[in-house]
């Protein structure tokens, strides 16, 4: 075995006896501080009271030398910090179980003391400042630099290293509203001193119990964890304390923090920068104050997003700080109280002083949102920039651009009122509008709106149109709808249209809304619009649709409480057989009925005059016109409307030219068929070169009586009555009848069913003997002469109308 070298054997030696004199120093500087643990803790009491405004005291102490190494370490226990005013407020601003002071070893055998850091566990700090401004950290003296230095002899306080552990922290101003509460569960410091400042190196694990900048409005960051270091700096000449930018993580997110203290103002001045680099929603919601997170949790993006903030203010009264966050969204899913926003895109910026000197309130906040762009359900738009200012009573704006398939409506709206199948639309529109429940609310809209080739049903009156145009014009006040075409069948139609304060009398009284309409048509099929006749039907509540319904609802309270003034132009009007041109119409329709007016069209190489009105009751529809007729062939009259019901007397029996009046009121039904029976009203009327063509009732008589007579075609210059419809019976006022071979008055009651009395006086002389004469009253005084049929028209046993002698002769009843 090799002996160890001597240069070996003496550094061992060297080394020991090192260690043991380090030992025996330690020893030592125990027995002393053992021997004289009295007068050290009033030393020590008495150094750290020295530039105190107040009172502190120390429990107990005892050395702990490997905790400082190669420093001494004494625990003081039960350290107590109060400030002179503590009695009036009863905030304590230190209260420590355990109070660990590291003193250089050297300076302590001297008798002076050198604090080198300091830790402190178990503890509570309270920073108090009363409604008044007095702060508890007035315990603190401030440094005076213009006094001397004190001698080289003179210990050292000032900090080298701290750290707390399990230490609650509270910032409570009064004056200001605020409230900061930190459970520290770590906090390892450094402190580096220069002629100006000093500098120190934090790393932190903290529990955020409040950040709350006004206490009337909650907490910032309640309730998170906080982790990572700081670097910071503090200048005694400007009094800035300035906070290194550095990762701190809050809860589970990162984020970049940096901030600036002005100590030198009375309230001391803050700014705080933070940015988030990918952040979802509802976690960045998470961290504000309750006021702003319970509207922000509204809404929800999917997508983390990139953030940016800033916060600046005072600590002293004054409310809120001033608040500034830019967001940055891209290829995002917004959720919206209202509706979900595909492929979202902009760029979001929130201030809470938009105008400097209103303060930083809601009333003052405003929001942009500049190149926004997002698809809603599959219609993609653009908002420029959209703008919302006063939180309190928020004021949306912006300009609104789409172009989409109008078939997508379907989805958006729901297809209980009107139902897509083809076309585009093409929106721009400017809107000024109220938040309420943050929905827009009774927005105000300036722009067009083009709808091109759509096919559209209106599905309460089961109307349908394809090859639709529309253009929606809205001003500021009034809405002008130009340059629509509507299809429905073989009927087109060309509207142009306003509306006179549209959108006020929309959102408070769509019952007062008047639209004008100037309608013009080269062929109008009457029988595609039957379904205005039809009481609506109503919409169908799906689950499916429930989030639309109030749109919905809205559209329908427009389309049937809104009054519609109609001005028609139509070249042909068809209605069943009814075939007439040039026709002209005033109609006012409302949710009473239909007001017919200055209606003119040419039919049966005459001219039919109408007004009156329809009232909808349900499937029935009442009907009360006033019409007039000039020169109409009666036999195409008759055929337009199926004979009026009757049955024996037929537009095959007759021939001249109509002149008429009537007053008259009835009911049809939603497919515009007249109800059996429901006329009622007056006809005065005037057959001019009328004929009466093979009317069998008076062909069953005549060929017996006059069985020399032309009976199939009877011929008359001028025929003219007044008959009274009530239901079913038609009461033929006495009249006379001269024709070309017989005279006949005629008297009583025509049914439609049963109950037909006519009486018939008839003269059995040829009228063709009197054609010779012209004098009119010797030609009426000839009339009755000779012998006279007294007949009586009935029902017959087979339901058609028989002729007997009238035996009572009795003249109708």
């Known amino acids: 075995m090799e002996k160890m070298p001597r240069w070996s054997k003496i550094t061992l030696k060297i080394f020991g006896g090192l260690v043991a004199l380090v030992f025996l120093i330690f020893t030592a500087i125990g027995l002393y501080v053992n021997a004289n643990k009295k007068s050290l803790l009033e030393t020590i009491t008495k150094q750290l009271n020295k530039n105190l405004n107040g009172t502190l005291t120390i429990g107990n102490m005892e050395p702990t030398f490997f905790k400082g190494f190669p420093g001494v370490s004494i625990s003081l226990k039960n350290v107590v910090m109060k400030d002179s005013l503590w009695k009036t407020h009863q905030h304590t601003l230190l209260e420590a179980n355990d109070f660990d002071v590291a003193v250089n070893t050297m300076a302590l055998l001297t008798g002076t003391i050198e604090i080198k850091k300091i830790g402190i566990s178990n503890a509570k700090i309270y920073l108090f400042t009363d409604s008044n401004g007095y702060s508890n950290t007035a315990i603190f003296r401030k440094k005076d630099k213009k006094k001397k230095p004190e001698t080289e002899s003179s210990s050292d306080a000032r900090l080298r290293k701290f750290s707390l552990r399990q230490v609650s922290f509270v910032v409570d101003n009064k004056k200001g509203h605020k409230l900061f509460q930190f459970d520290v569960e770590t906090l390892n410091g450094e402190m580096d001193y220069s002629f100006s400042g000093w500098e120190a190196k934090l790393k932190l694990k903290t529990m955020a119990r409040s950040l709350a900048f006004n206490t009337r409005r909650g907490s910032f960051i ?109 290829d995002n899913v917004l959720t919206t109280p209202g509706a979900v926003i595909d492929s979202c895109n902009f760029r979001g910026v929130f201030t809470n002083n938009y105008l400097n000197g209103q303060g930083f309130t809601d009333a003052n906040s405003a929001i942009k949102l500049y190149q926004f762009k997002g698809s809603y359900s599959e219609m993609p738009f653009s908002i420029d920039t959209m703008f919302i200012h006063n939180l309190d009573k928020p004021i949306a704006t912006g300009v609104f651009k789409s172009k989409f398939e109008i078939a997508k409506l379907n989805k958006a709206i729901g297809e209980e009122t009107l139902h897509f199948t083809k076309g585009t639309a093409n929106v721009k529109l400017a809107y000024k509008a109220d938040i309420v429940d943050f929905k827009l609310s009774k927005p105000i809209v300036t722009g067009v709106v083009d709808i091109r080739n759509a096919d559209v049903s209106y599905v309460p009156r089961k109307l349908n149109f394809t090859n639709t145009a529309i253009s929606l014009n809205f001003t500021s006040t009034d809405l002008f709808i130009k340059n629509i075409r509507l299809q429905s069948g073989k009927s087109v139609i060309t509207m142009d249209g306003s509306v006179r304060n549209f959108l006020n009398l929309y959102y408070t009284a769509p019952e007062k809304i008047l639209l ?82 200055n209606i003119s069209v040419k039919h049966g190489g005459g001219s039919l005059k109408l007004d009156g009105n329809i009232s909808q009751k349900g499937s029935l529809n009442h009907f009360s016109i006033n019409t007039t007729l000039s020169n109409v062939d009666i036999k195409n009259f008759f055929y337009s409307f199926n004979n009026f019901g009757m049955t024996s007397l037929t537009s095959k029996n007759l021939k001249g030219f109509l002149y008429s009046k009537t007053k008259i009121g009835g009911t049809i039904t939603d497919q515009g068929k007249l109800v059996t029976n429901s006329l009622n009203g007056k006809v005065v009327f005037d057959v001019k070169k009328g004929a009466l063509l093979r009317f069998d009732p008076i062909k069953n008589v005549g060929k017996f009586a006059f069985p020399f007579r032309d009976l199939d075609n009877i011929t008359f210059e001028n025929l003219n009555g007044h008959f009274d419809i009530r239901g079913q019976r038609i009461t033929i006022n006495p009249m006379q009848i001269n024709s070309s071979i017989l005279n006949m008055d005629v008297a009583g009651v025509y049914s439609m069913s049963t109950g037909t009395n006519i009486a018939l006086d008839v003269p059995l002389r040829n009228p063709k003997k009197d054609d ?28 058609k109308i028989k002729i007997k002698l009238n035996r009572n002769r009795n003249k109708g009843k």
């Not at 990762?247 to 203290?261: C, R, V």
């Not at 309230?267 to 705080?272: R, V």
């Not at 749109?551 to 009007?573: C, I, T, Y």
């Not at 010797?778 to 009935?794: K, P, S, Y």
Request: contains cysteine; aromatic residues 8%; proline residues 4%.
């Open 222 to 330: 309640k309730d998170k964890m906080l982790e990572g270091p700081f670097k910071i700096n503090y200048n005694e000449d400007t009094g800035i304390i300035d906070v290194a930018e550095n990762q701190l993580n809050i809860g589970k997110d990162p984020f970049l923090i940096g901030a600036k203290f002005d100590t030198s103002k009375e309230n001391t001045d803050f700014s705080i920068n933070i940015k988030a680099p990918g952040i979802l929603w509802r976690d960045a919601a998470a961290l504000l104050a309750p006021n702003i997170s319970a509207k922000l949790n509204m809404f929800d993006l999917k997508v983390p997003i990139d953030v940016t903030c800033t916060l600046a203010g005072n600590m002293g009264p004054g409310g809120d700080p001033a608040i500034n966050v830019t967001a940055l969204v891209k």
């Open 772 to 799: 010779d004469l012209t004098d009119k009253r010797e030609i009426q005084a000839r009339r009755m002469n000779g012998i006279v049929l007294h007949l009586l028209a009935t029902d017959g046993e087979d339901g």
């Open 516 to 597: 004008n309409w100037q309608i013009k048509s080269p062929e109008l099929h009457l029988g595609e619009f039957l379904g205005f006749l039809g009481s609506r039907k109503p919409a169908k509540k799906t689950k499916r649709h429930a989030k639309h319904s109030s749109f919905s609802e809205d559209m329908n309270d427009l389309f049937e409480k809104s009054m519609v003034d109609m001005h028609l132009r139509v070249a042909k009007v068809y209605y069943n057989k009814f075939v007439a041109t040039d026709a002209t119409a005033d109609l006012f329709l409302s949710e009473a009925g239909i007001g017919l007016k």
